[in-house]
């Protein structure tokens, strides 16, 4: 169950039944092409994303009748490669994203483990704290805090793991108070292991599947919102390149240049879309109960089709 | 049956369109798409760019500008006289009435006057009036206003103080229900939606063309063009030049504004004459003319003051773009590779981050170490007024809106001045002995005198003196002012 | 349930507390708006006296004395940029923002229920699939990204609706359709979920044995079970449109709500606007969320109230 790629078969065997889902199979390879992207950035960019020219400021797309092969995607307000720009974004939006995940999970599952782990009044403060800040109006204070500590990639990371740690807080203590009750783990208690492995050999293990899925399904959440703030004008500034940045700044010219607007958000869109096929798939493919529920459906609809025809 | 349904969706299209595009002959009406919404109604206490655009046609003022800029006799008869060294008398214009039926008259002006500089209303505009002691009527229709010393700019000066009715000011709401004499009287105000203006039929200069005028309140260049093109707009504020080709009609008038970095001549690198030399030299000002504002500037003649504004040297040599002498000079003064900090905002003036990021680039190529440091813009005003270390360069689009020397020198030449990077007391002497004279040419002199010092010694990189550009709609006729006030009186519709 | 609500209470004046203490710390430590608000050309003078007329130069302390009064008097002092009492702006905008919502959010809610449940009939179908998929693509796509798309097809290229502003139902078209695509797609996939769930049931399968029709099994049964976690999600999607994608739509299409206020405020250095805007809609999404959960309690008493 979950994501185990520690070795080839599991691999191999995950990537068969992955290729069962078309939408799912499709999401994942877009995933791992934009990775790849934002890794190989500084060969696969046709120019530096922040080399101006001033000759060739908001050249059209290749297609156009204007456009030429120097610039696929057209170039900006600054004539920059537009194309550069977005295989650039790509790293700092996926940078942000998994910083962001990272830091606000680690945050969430020490919370969460401890809550759970502890139970009682620790548990019932931690989660009220939780309850309180779930109710926090999210963007509004993520702008007022950017205000205070100044605009930047990792003014925004800081921000976004702070307002984002509680879902996982939520997740880990649920199941860590469910797994508590487990025969095995009460008898690791009883013959007088540590805490510290009993969480670790006993409750973590159980916790990495759902995590996992949880840490994808949220990334595109942390996507969304950087590129939210950023369009806003409160997170990641110039010289960086940003998806959302690069819509705020191509706003302007909206009305002569569609491609500068046009162009990062849908980056944006496939880049959420992808992963979100993807992490559905992998919801239900981890969870036992839904899975059963697919293949029912699966089923049934062999079924109807063998009646059909 | 053709016409019927023509008609019929003639005026479904109107109703889409709220009724802006569907003008009669009988009432002709206008839409000007502003930048921001007016924090207040009130003429006398902010200064803020909203109210103003709105109250220039609700309110004047005794002196007033042609469009390109010369000063005439507003609600004045005629121009002001220097009866002694700290007064100026003005003779008022007969017969004129406020809005609310009040006769206009010296005590409207000495009501007025004394409202601005009252400390307990603590107006923003004060920085305008600062010389402005007091004012006396002399008779019905005479008022001399005193000054706290000699005041050579006294009638430019009057140009920004709106008359205001001080009885209705007393007992009216002044901030939300303006009454002026000029020649369009407030209607309505949604607050966050529009504002909606009248024409005075009873205007002493005639009444205007366009019989009432809406105000929309939208801060994106962009979205204002989308809505010029789709229609709902006649006139909107800050055309980027880009547009001029796409939009229905557009007229540009160089405008108020000059783009400058101030250098810092006590910091470690720009101490040196040379480097300073050398960055004011490293700039193609021309082809950032053509590339970046589409020839809708003109590259500053050797200084950061308006060309428009009395005290300008017309004198000084354009800085050349000489990139081999720049490179020699850093060279020379041993600066290749050292640090230099540019300081900059985003979005408050046109095109602010693009001119601040290709300088920055053509700096670069002189073998300065450069870095861009584009501030939100309260720590941008901290690093460009504060009482902290002045920064090694940093931009700004200074606007003079009276028309004098004055504005660029005690505000960036003058060591004491709050966006001056500089420490040299000649200098400030100068500005200082200048800003008392009121004898025209000897003025003249010492502001020519201040600029060729400040040129040689290159405390200032000019770069542009913008023009504003205005977009239309096809039937919009009008010709936009120097001093950016948006005048509707002055606007035609032709149809 | 009494109990509960007081306890539900109590949490949420524990909420508007450490928001309000929150926005109080992190207004004063935001740049001085001193330099913010008055004209460049202000003296060192103006800059101390505005700063003595709004208590800045007061210690810490008694300025969050002020505050704490503020807050239990609602009143929030005068707004710095519209020189009135913060609280009118508050009041003046927040109809804007929630005519805004309740169509946006409203539309979201009637178009969801049909469009899942038909999806839900025939899982894996056509319309099924075509479903989903829009869901998804929905999901996917940033709302300032829409609203501007929508602006450049809308108004500029067709010139239907217009671009931006208020006043008329015209107006609202776009903004509110560009604030209603996620929770669409979001209630339209959780509708779904949760039919095609119910629908497997047992008792759907035995009252359609019995002959009853499925319009009716839907109508009595299966929508009123899934009536609770469209609720909950409903209000979810309610606090979040209110602390969040407002102020994206509204900053897009110039719609004069809170959300656009409270960026020009937080842009202007208005810390009292700021704070009053903060203050208000942290207190409506801790009303929004009792009444949620006592509605749920109202509609189906199994639920534990925790």
């Known amino acids: 169950m979950g994501l185990p790629m520690m070795s080839f078969r599991p691999l191999r065997s995950f990537l068969s039944e992955l290729w069962q889902d078309k939408a799912a199979a499709i999401g994942f390879a877009v995933m791992v092409l934009i990775v790849l992207m934002a890794v190989f950035a500084p060969v696969l960019a046709p120019e530096d994303p922040a080399t101006q020219s001033l000759l060739q400021r908001l050249k059209p797309p290749v297609w156009d009748a204007r456009g030429s092969w120097d610039h696929l995607l057209g170039t900006d307000n600054l004539g920059r490669d537009v194309l550069s720009r977005i295989i650039w974004g790509a790293r700092t939006t996926l940078t942000i994203g998994i910083v962001t995940c990272v830091i606000a999970a680690m945050i969430g599952t020490t919370l969460g483990l401890w809550a759970g782990f502890m139970g009682g009044r620790t548990d019932s403060v931690l989660m009220r704290l939780v309850d309180i800040q779930v109710s926090f109006p999210g963007i509004l204070l993520i702008l007022l805090v950017v205000g205070v500590l100044g605009p930047g990639v990792w003014t925004l990371i800081a921000v976004l793991s702070v307002t984002n740690w509680m879902v996982y807080a939520r997740l880990v203590r649920g199941i860590v108070s469910s797994t508590r009750q487990m025969p095995y783990v009460e008898a690791a208690e009883v013959i007088g292991c540590r805490p510290s492995r009993v969480i670790f050999v006993h409750l973590l293990p159980n916790l990495v599947s759902p995590l996992l899925t949880l840490l994808i399904l949220e990334f595109t959440n942390i996507v969304l919102a950087e590129a939210a703030v950023s369009f806003l004008g409160f997170g990641v500034q110039p010289p960086d390149t940003s998806w959302g940045l690069d819509v705020a700044s191509g706003r302007d010219y909206l009305f002569i240049a569609w491609w500068l607007v046009t162009f990062p958000g849908l980056a944006i869109v496939v880049t959420v879309l992808s992963i979100n096929l993807f992490a559905n798939w992998l919801r239900v493919t981890s969870d036992p109960e839904e899975r059963e529920k697919r293949f029912a459906r699966t089923i049934a609809a062999k079924r109807r089709r063998r009646r059909a025809t | 049956m053709t016409s019927k349904v023509l008609a019929m969706s003639a005026s479904l299209a109107a109703l889409v369109l709220s009724g802006l595009t569907a003008g009669s002959a009988t009432a002709q009406s206008i839409t000007i798409a502003i930048g921001s919404e007016p924090s207040t109604l009130d003429p006398q206490l902010r200064d803020d760019g909203g109210e103003r655009q709105i109250n220039d046609n609700i309110y004047e003022a005794l002196m007033a500008r042609t469009p390109d800029g010369e000063l005439i006799p507003g609600l004045a008869a005629e121009a002001p006289v220097q009866i002694d060294d700290t007064t100026w008398q003005f003779k008022l214009r007969e017969g004129v009435m406020f809005h609310n039926g009040t006769p206009f008259t010296a005590e409207s002006v000495v009501g007025s006057v004394l409202r601005v500089i009252d400390p307990a209303n603590n107006s923003e505009q004060l920085s305008y009036f600062s010389s402005v002691s007091g004012a006396e009527a002399v008779d019905e229709l005479t008022v001399n206003i005193k000054t706290s010393g ?4 006294l009638p430019s000066r009057m140009y920004w103080m709106k008359m205001i009715d001080p009885g209705y000011a007393a007992e009216g709401d002044l901030a939300g229900v303006p009454v002026g004499t000029g020649p369009y009287m407030f209607d309505a105000w949604n607050r966050g939606a529009d504002l909606t203006l009248v024409v005075n039929p009873d205007y002493w200069g005639g009444e205007a063309q366009i019989d009432d005028v809406t105000y929309r309140f939208v801060p994106e260049a962009g979205t204002r063009l989308s809505g010029l093109m789709a229609g709902e707009f006649d006139v909107i504020t800050n055309l980027l030049p880009e547009f001029t080709t796409s939009v229905p009609k557009f007229a540009a008038v160089p405008g108020l504004e000059t783009s400058v970095f101030v250098l810092g001549t006590d910091n470690e690198v720009t101490q040196d004459p040379k480097v300073r030399e050398a960055l004011n030299l490293a700039i193609d000002r ?8 589409m020839g809708y500037a003109t590259v500053a003649k050797g200084s950061h003051v308006n060309p428009a504004a009395f005290g300008f040297n017309e004198t000084l040599d354009y800085y050349p773009y000489d990139l081999d002498r720049a490179k020699a000079l850093i060279e020379e003064a041993g600066a290749v590779g050292k640090p230099l900090v540019v300081i900059g905002e985003s979005g408050r003036w046109l095109k602010d981050r693009e001119q601040i990021e290709v300088v920055a680039a053509y700096w670069a190529e002189t073998g300065l170490d450069v870095s861009t440091e584009i501030q939100e813009f309260s720590q941008y005003l901290d690093s460009l007024m504060g009482s902290g ?32 990077s500089n420490s040299d007391a000649d200098m400030a002497a100068m500005i200082d002995a200048a800003r008392v004279e009121t004898d025209v040419d000897k003025r003249k002199a010492l502001y020519d005198e201040a600029q060729q010092l400040g040129h040689d010694l290159n405390f200032t990189v000019p770069l542009f003196n913008l023009e504003d550009i205005y977009g239309m709609s096809e039937r919009m006729d009008w010709q936009p002012r120097t001093d950016a006030k948006l005048i509707v009186s002055e606007m035609t519709v032709t149809e | 349930m009494i109990e509960f609500i007081l306890r539900r209470l109590f949490q949420g004046a524990l909420v508007v507390l450490g928001v309000t203490a929150t926005v109080f710390v992190v207004t004063r430590l935001a740049g001085d708006p001193v330099a913010l608000m008055l004209p460049l050309s202000a003296t060192a ?3 101390a006296a505005f700063s003595a007329q709004i208590g800045l130069d007061q210690p810490i302390w008694i300025q969050f004395a002020r505050y704490a009064q503020d807050v239990v008097t609602l009143d929030f002092g005068d707004s710095l940029w519209q020189r009135r009492p913060a609280m009118e702006v508050v009041l003046e905008r927040l109809p804007n923002t929630a005519l805004l919502v309740a169509t946006g959010l409203g539309g979201a809610v009637l178009l969801s229920i049909p469009m899942g449940a ?13 479903t989903t998929s829009l869901s998804l693509l929905g999901l996917a796509m940033p709302q300032f990204w829409l609203g501007l798309m929508a602006i450049m097809v809308f108004s500029v290229m067709l010139k239907w609706l217009p671009t931006s502003g208020f006043g008329t139902p015209a107006h609202l078209v776009l903004p509110a359709i560009t604030l209603a695509l996620t929770p669409l797609a979001r209630f339209t996939m959780m509708v779904r979920a949760a039919m095609i769930d119910e629908l497997n049931k047992q008792y759907v399968q035995t009252a359609r044995a019995k002959g009853l029709t499925l319009r009716r099994i839907l109508r009595v049964h299966t929508l009123r079970n899934i009536l609770v976690p469209f609720l909950s999600i409903s209000g979810w999607e309610l606090i979040t449109a209110l602390s969040g994608y407002t102020v994206v739509v509204e900053t897009v299409f110039g719609w004069p709500g809170l959300g656009l206020t409270a960026v020009q405020a937080i842009q202007r250095g208005d810390l009292f606007l700021v704070q009053a805007i903060v203050f208000s809609i942290a207190f409506m999404i801790v009303v929004i969320g009792i009444l949620m959960d006592v509605i749920s309690k109202l509609i189906d008493p199994r639920i534990e109230l925790n």
Do not use: T
């Open chain 3, 45 to 47: 003078e103006q800059r």
């Open chain 2, 150 to 153: 000699p005041d050579p700019i």
């Open chain 2, 286 to 293: 021309q082809s950032m003319v053509d590339g970046l504002f």
């Open chain 2, 389 to 420: 270390p002045r920064p090694d360069a940093i931009f700004i689009a200074n606007s003079n809106e009276l028309l004098d020397a004055d504005r660029e020198m005690s505000y960036i030449y003058h060591m004491d001045g709050a966006a001056a």
């Open chain 3, 118 to 130: 038909v999806a839900a009939l025939r899982p894996g179908g056509l319309v099924d699939r075509l």
